[in-house]
């Protein structure tokens, strides 16, 4: 009985190895690793006021060494040998430190040596900044690196970094994969879940510092007293931690919780009931900061029911938030039912012409491609095309199309991918990273949003692996000139093991497994195969459903010729919406990336690839290659076990089986519809598809999740 109950208690303990501790686990180091910092790290003095943000600070890196160097680390007062200074403002020229371009948010990491005395000093304008550099000293030291001569200067990119969480006031999650919403409403505000403080922590230990607690599909109750009581505790949590709390705004709550007959945007009373809303919210929570609004899409309200625009309806709201120093993010994920035109073209089409209309404190939130987070796509032409407007970016953490939770996909690189990409707008390196960022054309206000993949799963985001794309959107945030390998490296050694040969073999699967989810799921540039509605699964064949845009038939239209999108001049003619210099590149059969191929051309199946195979022979070929790619994982994780704690070894090598089962899936049912189109034999020495188009048609998940 005693064992049991001492067994019971280390798995439900907090420090049980169930990836409850995210990449924040400070377990000691081993020997070898930790004696490089003897006679460094005694103590913590603190040079600053503080406030609670620099107790926060102090007592993460107090906590963080102490556990980590196996001995107490305290905040002492006084800074002998050792001691790790937090220095914020004029303390600074004590040590001849310049902050000038370190902004709100930087920070400095240096090693000096004054007399004997070797201090460590971490330096910033304002504590937040102070934080950040609390955990890149927290993070050196986890990964086992040299601090004896730090130099290190940081200042983030983007200014907003924020999650978006797609959550209900029930809980639920649309689009989450890892249980119930953290945000426990019923039980606010009497009741802080100390969970609230440990997702302050992770995110404040990646740079990010605001939150959008709410879906984008909206309900207006959040707006109402009760509630904004419940969001203001949560905002009081977040606070000591930089993070500021945003809400989504619903277009028509004027109508539904304020009484009036109307959410034109043009009515005065409309005007003022925003007004006086967004006072009350501050009242409550003076550093709320502002409104995400997804307006006219996918039927929720918007100005368009009064024949007003975008920027009419975001204006509105923007001066709502304005006197308080809040900002508004409109989103421009819209396409209509009721528009023939392209799905790719329609965001453009509504946005550019409202380019320069928008007030200074909005954002217009896009996502990274133009149709919907798929495995692959080029990057959404309003980058580059908006330039008195500045555009934040919209990535998909949580995983609706690339797998759900069991997948193993590192996003890092499908991001990376965006970020570098080149708009050529302003001739050669006019990245899209130059244009969220507000380089390019000199905006103050910048974002990058990452819609959320957390929920009240005891991983938190339902695999051990997605916690990675958590790790890796606040990293790509802070800096998206980062990379990818050496950012999911810091995530292994702290979350994993520090084992070299085992970080070898994770970070290459880590690495491969976008590629491979393009392979088994979208290859060649296809796109929205899922399954509808859930997105769970391949259906390629669905054609019925009543909007045109919504099957899939709409995305790869293949026939018995051929297969692909025609977006060039003789097809929708989207190629033109990007600069001359990308338009040429996407329109030329010859010169479009082979990933994009399908997405800006209709190819015959028997197209000769630059591998010399048939576009058909490659289809088959890439879509055997994910699935291999993945089975080999499985080999390569069982070679970690006894090296990964047992829990989280057994989890993810479970998930791995449901993965190659996965991919089997979708490479024999996307071949053997794609057969039935074409009739092509499958080139020799490929398996053929291990049930017919019939058997694979037949299966339906009513009760997917995330839906
Ligand atoms: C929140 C896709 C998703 C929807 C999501 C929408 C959006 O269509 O499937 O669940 O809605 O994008 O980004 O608004």
Wanted: net charge negative.
């Amino acid at each position: 009985m005693a064992v049991f109950l001492l067994l019971n208690f280390v798995g439900m303990g907090a420090r049980a190895e169930d990836g409850y501790w995210l990449w924040l686990r400070y377990d000691e180091l081993p020997q070898e690793m930790r004696s490089q910092y003897r006679g460094q790290l005694r103590q913590i003095v603190l040079e600053t006021e503080e406030t609670p943000t620099v107790s926060v600070a102090a007592r993460e890196l107090s906590d963080g060494l102490s556990g980590l160097l196996g001995r107490n680390v305290p905040v002492s007062d006084e800074g002998a040998r050792g001691a790790i200074l937090l220095v914020t403002g004029e303390a600074a020229s004590l040590y001849d430190l310049d902050l000038s371009d370190l902004g709100e948010d930087g920070y400095l990491l240096r090693t000096l040596t004054d007399g004997r005395r070797k201090l460590t000093v971490i330096a910033a304008n304002e504590d937040d900044g102070l934080l950040y550099g609390v955990f890149h000293l927290l993070r050196l030291v986890q990964t086992g690196e040299d601090i004896s001569d730090l130099n290190i200067t940081s200042v983030p990119r983007i200014d907003i970094r924020v999650l978006n969480h797609w959550d209900n006031l029930d809980r639920t999650v649309e689009r989450g994969y890892a249980g119930q919403s953290i945000w426990d409403w019923h039980k606010l505000p009497d009741y802080i879940d100390p969970r609230y403080t440990d997702y302050a922590r992770a995110n404040a230990s990646i740079g990010i510092n605001g939150t959008v607690l709410t879906n984008v599909n909206a309900n207006a109750t959040v707006l109402t007293p009760p509630y904004i009581e419940k969001v203001a505790a949560v905002a009081d949590t977040m606070r000591p931690y930089g993070i500021q709390v945003y809400l989504t705004a619903r277009f028509s709550a004027p109508i539904e919780i304020g009484g009036l007959e109307t959410a034109d945007p043009a009515d005065p009373a409309v005007q003022a009931w925003w007004a006086g809303k967004a006072d009350e919210i501050y009242r409550k929570i003076p550093d709320f900061g502002g409104f995400l609004v997804k307006a006219d899409s996918e039927g929720q309200p918007g100005p368009h029911t009064y024949h007003r625009t975008h920027a009419e309806g975001a204006n509105m709201l923007a001066d709502a938030v304005a006197p308080h120093g809040g900002v508004v993010m409109w989103r421009a994920f819209v396409y209509s039912e009721n528009n023939p035109v392209d799905r790719h073209m329609q965001a453009y089409d509504q946005f550019v012409p409202l380019d320069g209309k928008f007030r200074s404190n909005v954002i217009i939130q896009t996502k990274n491609g133009a149709i919907d987070f798929q495995p692959r796509e080029p990057f959404h032409p309003l980058f580059g095309a908006m330039p008195e407007t500045p555009l934040g970016m919209e990535f998909q953490i949580t995983k609706e199309y690339l797998g759900f939770a069991t997948h193993l996909a590192y996003l890092a690189p499908m991001w990376s991918e965006v970020l570098r990409a080149d708009t050529f707008v302003k001739g050669e390196g006019s990245t899209v990273a130059k244009i969220i960022d507000g380089s390019l054309e000199g905006h103050e206000i910048s974002a990058m949003a990452g819609v959320s993949n957390i929920g009240s799963d005891r991983n938190w985001t339902g695999s051990q692996f997605d916690q990675a794309n958590w790790y890796a959107f606040g990293r790509l945030a802070w800096d998206p000139a980062a990379e990818p390998a050496e950012i999911a490296e810091d995530w292994v050694r702290m979350t994993f093991t520090g084992d070299d040969g085992a970080v070898g073999t994770i970070l290459g699967m880590m690495m491969e497994s976008r590629e491979a989810v393009v392979n088994y799921m979208t290859p060649l540039g296809l796109g929205h195969l899922m399954g509808t509605g859930h997105h769970y699964g391949p259906a390629p064949w669905v054609s019925e459903l009543g909007r045109p845009e919504w099957n899939p038939v709409y995305y790869h239209k293949a026939d018995e010729d051929g297969i692909g999108f025609d977006r060039t001049k003789s097809g929708s003619n989207a190629v033109a919406q990007y600069s001359d210099a990308v338009a040429a590149e996407f329109a030329d059969l010859e010169a479009v990336p082979e990933e994009y191929l399908l997405w800006f051309h209709h190819v015959s199946w028997d197209y000769e690839m630059p591998s010399g195979r048939t576009l058909w022979e490659e289809l088959v070929h890439r879509y055997t290659e994910g699935v291999r790619t993945v089975s080999g994982w499985r080999g390569e994780w069982a070679s970690l076990e006894g090296r990964i704690d047992e829990g989280r070894y057994r989890q993810v090598a479970d998930f791995l089986r449901v993965q190659e089962k996965e991919a089997r899936w979708w490479r024999d049912a996307c071949l053997a519809y794609f057969m039935s189109l074409n009739g092509l034999d499958l080139p020799a020495g490929y398996a053929p598809p291990a049930r017919t188009l019939d058997e694979y048609k037949a299966m339906v998940f009513p009760s997917a999740p995330g839906n």
